[in-house]
């Protein structure tokens, strides 16, 4: 992952932080794939830092709100605080103290429900030294070209 500038290191320490969190807790990590910006970055597809956390979410859709209590107890665990949320999906704006008026806020944020033509691997992410479930290449370049087709559908 790239860091664009000195301060962005604080930042990138808060979205490892909570990825790590976020793999080390066995039912989010078994329902939610990452994706996105961040994803392709620690994977070392992407010349760029990214300042969000994007996933699928891959479990039943009872099982959203033990989904949004799993982590909001994670967030409370590191101290984030809750900006904002989604009322019915899971969606995330939390925030962490700074000394100036830097970056301070992660969005986490979950699709629900996903494509059903994603596909996902199992990868070891070197950073958080963590094995957490991501969408494949071929998913995340199809998705971006989708995108687009979508908007205006």
């Known amino acids: 992952m790239i860091l664009p500038k000195r301060e962005d290191t604080i930042h990138r320490a808060w979205l490892f932080r909570l990825l790590s969190a976020l793999a080390d807790n ?28 994007d996933f699928d979410f891959i479990g039943r859709k009872n099982e959203v709100i033990k989904m949004r209590q799993e982590i909001e107890k994670i967030a409370n665990d590191l101290g984030l605080v809750i900006k904002d949320k989604s009322q019915r999906g ?17 969005k986490l944020d979950a699709l629900l429900p996903p494509p059903k033509s994603n596909q996902y691997e199992p990868v070891k ?29």
Do not use: H
């Open 26 to 53: 066995n039912f989010v990590v078994a329902k939610m794939a990452f994706k996105g910006g961040s994803c392709a970055a620690m994977r070392g597809w992407l010349n760029r830092f990214s300042i969000d956390l």
């Open 90 to 106: 899971v969606q995330y704006f939390l925030k962490y103290e700074t000394r100036d008026s830097s970056r301070n806020t992660i």
């Open 125 to 153: 992410l070197g950073e958080i030294d963590r094995v957490i479930l991501c969408q494949t290449k071929e998913t995340m370049v199809a998705n971006k070209l989708v995108t687009p087709l979508d908007r205006f559908a």
